[in-house]
Nanobody, 125 residues
């Protein structure tokens, strides 16, 4: 069973930065795509960024390109999301996710992901 524990959320002013962390356990971390998603109040969960198991270039949502950076440390079983130049519209619960199929590039089917409990990020204007 996969366990994902996020940390690092909080309240920040617009233009500020936060770094989210997600510690994973329960499987061979390096074999799986890892990602971040977010859900704002009244909206559906949306994709933010994914870093695949092979170490290739990460994928980002257009809304965060150039501001957010995803990275992973396989030795620590941890994935990070560095968020810079934060905007009020970045306010959401941020979820860490682990793709359920090893050595496979991800799809956006929600049931194919394991999810963390989420961490709140609030950006004030």
């Amino acid at each position: 069973q996969v366990q994902l524990v996020e940390s690092g959320g909080g309240l920040v002013q617009a233009g500020g930065s936060l770094r989210l962390s997600c510690a994973a356990s329960g499987r061979t971390f390096s074999a799986y795509d890892m990602g971040w998603f977010r859900q704002a109040p009244g909206k559906e969960r949306e994709f933010v960024a994914v870093m695949n198991w092979s170490g290739g270039s990460p994928d980002y949502a257009d809304s965060v390109k150039g501001r957010f950076t995803i990275s992973r440390d396989n030795a620590k079983n941890t994935v990070y999301l560095q968020m810079n130049s934060l905007k009020p519209e970045d306010t959401a619960v941020y979820y860490c996710a682990c793709y359920s199929i090893p050595y496979t590039f991800y799809t956006m089917v929600p049931s194919n992901w394991y999810w963390g409990q989420g961490t709140q990020v609030t950006v004030s204007s």
